[in-house]
């Protein structure tokens, strides 16, 4: 079934609903939003989109966010939500290797002028182009499409640093939204999913639960994250429900406690995308009581591997309280776990091994990548590259992962592509980069770096260097400059002996502010 088909229900069911907020402000009800949704899919359709071709987003959070992917949907495309705070070029490749028929962006002249996504066309919400396309009579439902239908096109990476293409298809949509009402959070239309976290990812694919029950949807006036404002619009909309790394649960329950809130009006906060320290979650149940539940997922098993219920978090009295807090929870109900052995032979609770996970909700496979899906997908299993171990009662503990990824603030940073920016700098001859813990990130991202001989590449220059090929958020907080990278006989670099540099610390050279 078509994702879009929940927007037509709900607006032929409860038409006056209010549907989409700026802030506090209602931008339109449930027949608004799907109004539009269905004039933008009459637009791609006279544009000559068929059903199955590919359209991408690259915006940041915004109210019009919600119509244009429903309206992709409602013509019965693929949607291929790009994350709003990627470089152009590297935006550019994904749009380009999608083989997109058509992007919706903030700033088209960015897009276009790297060069790399040749004649495809670029349209602004709010500009003329948008008026011309958003003018064709609606169509009066969505397109029909197949379970095995891909709807989301979800572009995550691998060890190599090149995105890869994870094809959702309709019917894993499903599953992840009929999981989260079955082991995560229930929904009813008096509540209020707020989107502070990108729309592209975990937050933007818990819309699909929220619109399946005539739910709000509230774009902060910020447009992202800003702890205060969040506190604010709770206060005022109630009930409000939302995504966030934790690293923002951190910054939020840090401004709560400082204005002595208790986050009156917040119902639920969905936690995941990196790890979360015990000692934080404790203070944030502290600060904002039992409002929290934690998620593991992947893209390619969109948040539904495992989940930690906000019972579990909150019963203090359980003597595993404290190692359940430090696990990431039980499969969810479509998923089935197993640890696994080098040999992919399933190990015994207890034994760390590969997390695999099996279910309606695995993706169908990376776009024209043979060889990743060789290693991702066995017999209907995903190998996450994630190592880990079931306790006797079936939580799943984390311990590290089996690629070097690291999650800053709940975004994946892949070194090979910092590394390869860095060495665009003129003065840098190698460089390894490394994450390594940090109390408010989660990781950080470390770059050694050896100059070429007579030089001494400044921070400034190195954060230059990156900023020029990749998003901000990616470059390093911290350089090192070291006469050489640890190898080993086959002159791989030991990324182990530059963690165990990190202790004791050695004199680094801070980024630049």
Known sequence: MNP????????RD??????LFHGTRQVCDYAGFA???AAIAAGLHARGIAQGDRVAIFMPNCVDYLPILFGIF????????????LHAREAAWIVAHSRAALVFAKDPEALTATGDIGTTP???????????LTAAPPHDWPAAMDRDDTAWLFYTSGTTGRPKGAMLSAGNLMAMSLSYLADVDDVSPRDAALYAAPMSHGAGLYAFVHILRGARHVVPESGGFDPAEILSLARSLRNISMFAAPTMVKRLVDTARACQSNGDGIKTIVYGGGPMYVADIQTALAVLGPKFVQIYGQGEAPMTISALSRADLADHDHPDWAARLASVGRAQSVAEVRILAPDASPLPRGEIGEIAVRGPQVMRGYLDNPEANARALRDGWLLTGDLGHLDPAGYLHLHDRARDMVISGGSNIYPREVEEALLTHPDISEVSVIGTPDPDWG??????????????????????????MIARFKK??????????????????????????LTPDPTPVPAAS
Do not use: H
Not at 14 to 19: K, L, Q, R, S, V
Not at 457 to 466: E, G, L, V
């Open 4 to 11: 879009a088909e929940w927007l037509a229900r709900a607006a």
């Open 476 to 501: 390093p907080k911290r350089y090192i400059l070291v006469p050489e990278l640890p190898k080993n006989n086959y002159g791989k670099v030991l990324k182990t002996e530059l963690r165990a540099q």
């Open 74 to 85: 409602w013509a019965g495309a693929t949607a291929v939500p790009v994350n709003g705070k």
């Open 35 to 37: 109004r539009q949704a």
């Open 14 to 19: 409860t038409p006056a609903a209010p549907a």
């Open 443 to 468: 990781e950080i991202v470390v770059a050694f770096v050896v100059p070429r001989d007579g030089t001494t590449p400044d921070p400034r220059s190195m954060d230059d260097a990156c900023t020029a």
């Open 122 to 132: 670029c349209i602004a919400p709010g500009s003329a182009d948008f008026a011309t």
